[in-house]
């Protein structure tokens, strides 16, 4: 009690008026008022919050864009949904920061003079004082930008003009509102310097007036930070004042309770009892805060009781405000003191209302944050696990697939050169057999031509259509022998080889992706394979040329002919020669194109032995033979003559006739004996030696053609098979170019989400150090 007393005395002893003087300067320019702290956190934590509203918004923005993902399936709808919740609940928080203000009310009974120490602080007459019940309903005054003044009904937007207090006084009679009902009244800024640090003052009706105590403490107390109780001096506190503050103990934790006993002003007309009243009623008021309420320590409470009178403050501003010193005019006795005791109260208020919006506002605020920063970090790991466990499935899936591809690479190239060494050796294979069968064939031909029964008849015309049929014949027989010997084997010689290929080559062929395309590959046609043997008989033996004339086997142009074929069995070496080019001729082609043997032998190669000139070398040819040729060069007139005289003379006349009659009878046997059937044996004879010697120069190049269509067919089954192998391997590439597109997206995501856990920490730091700095330090 001394200490308070020695207080408001030693600061007027030191300081005196310019002390005043300095706190209006401060006041006005509001530098280093303890609202600052107010004022700077709020700036502080809207600018945080901005951050956060950024950083929700991006995060929200790239989990919904992960959510439009649906391969990959990381983000359900749920957690979609709580991150948009988190920007929801951020504008919230930014709204009622924006709202987020000083909130200080007046309680007190009627005509304490609650509404003048509000005007006092304010320096103005902004809310109508008289005496009695003046204030019917609760006031807020609170800044606004600008330079009109307006006030607000509750409920509506109407701005209603207030251009003085009185006109704000008359309205408020006028429209007789409820007394829980609040007016607003907007005052602009730049006119109080408490308005502009966003302290919003609220007068009540006196609450010795009010039965609805509660509707009160809820609709207008719960978010004040501090409340003033406004005591008239010259009487002492009332039970409905206690009250009503026992009620707001109630609802609110430690509420910020300031008492002032205001009138002290009246005490100066009795200064023998002016300190025994002072310390009774500071007793009382001590008492009730800490041992009543409960709201603070006896030091704290000493702190919050002051002696004022706010008429008296509020007329020294207005004259300060016109110029004149604040203690013009007629003042009571202390008027320094009083002065000086509300500007303290107004320090202590500010410094108390600013800490306590402080921390009751921004707290809250900054813990919401921290939680939802936090909420939001934990979310993004959850997802940022999620994201690495499928990034390593796909990195498990991109290591197989690349294996594969790999192997198949290998294995295609090992196959590729097995089968087609295994094509290879079966067309050689092949050649060879068609080769033998071939040969076998043309051996046993005079079978075939023999079992050929068509009427035989020497007429030019149904010789030539005997030679066509035969040819046809002869061509067809020799077709179906070597099917039957060779096709059926064949057949399944190159099944088995492409079942084998096909084996091998869809083995490298992923099973899901053959599906049933094995069967097709082999059945590209839809007839088995079946070999072809162009012979064309028709074409080889076109230059066949028959000889039916009758021809003694013992005269003497047969025994020449004999002799002579002889020596064309020694001239089959040129021919062969000739033949063995066009056999080569035929091997080159092969590879390319089955070659049509009739094409070659359209103009064939007379292999028949050459009479003229042949046989004129006279060292070659007995006496003999030289006398028979000259017979015959001679019409055999004189040449019979000399050899029938030679033989006369040798060996006689009766062995002569013996002879000659033997001879004759063989002669007239033969002649007897070439009849039409002997004439087709000649015929088939001559034929089977033409033909066999013109099919016997085809063999390689029809055992070439057969083998070429054999490699025709491999090769297409192994093409079609590299191609089904091909087709998988570049779907195996464009997979693992999937899978690679999948990895950069998912690591660009990991990265991206590395990046918001970064930034979720930094607000949370930014919120802890906004902490540290505004509410711990309090
Ligand atoms: N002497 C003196 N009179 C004062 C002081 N403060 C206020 N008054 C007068 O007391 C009367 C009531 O003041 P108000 O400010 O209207 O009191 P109030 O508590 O707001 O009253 P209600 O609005 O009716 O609840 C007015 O006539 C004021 O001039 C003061 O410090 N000293």
Redesign the pocket.
């Known amino acids: 009690m001394a200490a308070y007393l020695n207080r408001g005395m030693s600061m007027i002893a030191g300081n005196g008026y310019e002390s005043v003087m300095d706190s209006n300067s401060r006041q006005l320019h509001n530098v280093n008022s303890p609202l600052q702290i107010f004022v700077k956190a709020k700036k502080n934590i809207n600018d945080i919050f901005g951050d956060i509203s950024d950083y929700v918004v991006e995060t929200t923005n790239f989990i919904e864009g992960l959510a439009a993902d649906s391969q990959a399936d990381i983000v359900d709808k749920a957690e979609t949904e709580t991150f948009r919740s988190f920007v929801l609940k951020i504008n919230n928080i930014r709204e009622v920061l924006a709202r987020d203000h000083m909130k200080v009310a007046f309680f ?1 009974r ?7 120490v509000i005007n006092a602080m304010l320096r103005d007459r902004i809310l109508p ?7 019917n309903c609760f006031c807020q005054v609170e800044g606004v930008d600008g330079h009109d003044a307006y006030l607000m009904r509750e409920g509506s937007e109407e701005k209603l003009n207030v251009t003085s207090v009185k006109q704000l006084a008359n309205a408020l009679c006028q429209e007789k509102l409820s007394e829980s009902s609040l007016v607003r009244i907007f005052w602009p800024r730049e006119r109080c310097s408490l308005l502009r640090d966003d302290v919003v003052f609220v ?1 009540s ?2 609450v010795d007036v009010s039965q609805n105590l509660d509707d009160w403490i809820d609709n207008h107390c719960l978010n004040a930070d501090v409340f003033v109780l ?1 005591l008239n001096a010259e009487s002492t506190m009332t039970l409905a004042e206690k009250s009503f503050f026992h009620e707001v103990s109630t609802k609110i934790s430690k509420p910020n309770i300031f008492i002032l006993n ?2 002290w ?2 005490s100066a007309s009795e200064p023998e009892f002016l300190e025994s009243v002072k310390a009774q009623h500071q007793e009382r008021c001590i008492d009730f805060l800490v041992k009543e309420l409960k709201v603070s320590t006896v030091k704290e409470a000493e702190e919050r009781v002051f002696f004022v ?4 403050t509020l007329n020294g501003r207005l004259q300060e405000q016109n110029g004149l010193p604040a203690h013009t005019g007629a003042l009571a006795e202390g008027f320094q003191a009083r002065y000086f005791e509300f500007q303290d109260f107004e320090r202590k208020f500010e410094e108390c209302i600013s800490k306590s919006a402080v921390k009751t506002k921004f707290e809250q605020h900054s813990s919401r944050g921290k939680t939802i920063s936090n909420d939001m970090r934990l979310m993004l790991d959850n997802i940022f696990e999620r994201i690495n466990d499928l990034r390593n499935k796909k990195l498990e899936q991109k290591k197989l697939l690349t294996d594969r591809i790999s192997a198949t690479e290998t294995q295609l190239m090992v196959v590729t050169r097995e089968m087609k060494m295994k094509i290879h050796n079966m067309v050689e294979e092949v050649e060879q057999k068609v080769s033998k069968a071939l040969n076998e064939e043309i051996w046993r031909l005079n079978v075939l031509v023999d079992e050929f029964n068509l009427p035989f008849h020497t007429d030019a015309l149904v010789l030539n259509v005997y030679k066509k049929e035969m040819n046809g014949y002869v061509e067809s027989g020799l077709g179906s022998n070597l099917r039957a010997r060779l096709s059926t084997a064949l057949a399944m010689n190159i099944e088995t080889a492409q079942r084998e290929m096909t084996d091998r080559m869809t083995a490298l062929v992923p099973k899901e992706k053959l599906k049933d395309q094995t069967n097709q590959i082999i059945t590209a046609r839809n007839q088995p394979f079946e070999m072809l043997y162009s012979l064309n008989c028709q074409n080889l033996c076109s230059d066949f040329q028959e000889d039916l004339e009758f021809r003694f086997s013992w005269g003497i142009t047969a025994l020449i002919q004999r002799f002579n074929a002889k020596k064309a069995a020694s001239k089959t070496g040129k021919s062969g020669v000739v033949a063995n080019q066009y056999r080569n001729n035929g091997n080159l082609n092969k590879s390319t194109q089955a070659v049509t043997p009739s094409a070659d032998l359209n103009s064939p190669i007379s292999l028949l032995p050459q009479f003229n000139g042949e046989f004129t070398t006279e060292e070659q040819l007995s006496l003999v033979s030289r006398i028979a040729a000259a017979s015959i060069g001679s019409q055999g007139t004189v040449g019979g003559l000399v050899i029938a005289g030679i033989l006369f003379k040798t060996i006689g006349w009766r062995v002569l006739f013996a002879v000659g009659g033997i001879y004759f009878s063989v002669y007239a046997y033969e002649r007897l004996s070439w009849t039409n059937k002997a004439k087709e044996r000649k015929f088939k004879e001559q034929y089977v030696k033409h033909a066999t010697r013109k099919l016997k120069l085809i063999v390689d190049l029809t055992s070439a053609n057969c083998s070429h269509q054999v490699q025709q067919e491999l090769s297409s089954t192994f093409a079609r098979l590299c191609r089904v192998v091909d087709c998988s391997q570049s779907e195996m590439n464009n997979e693992l170019k999937d899978i690679e597109a999948s990895l950069n997206v998912l690591e660009a995501n990991q990265k991206q989400i590395k990046l918001l856990r970064n930034k979720a920490s930094f607000i949370t730091n930014k919120l802890d150090t906004f902490e540290n700095n505004y509410i711990k330090s309090n």
């Open positions: 007190g009627t005509s304490n003079g609650k509404s003048s004082s008289g005496i009695g019940h003046t204030t007068d009706p006196g406004v205001n009138r002003d009246a009178s706010a008429r008296e």
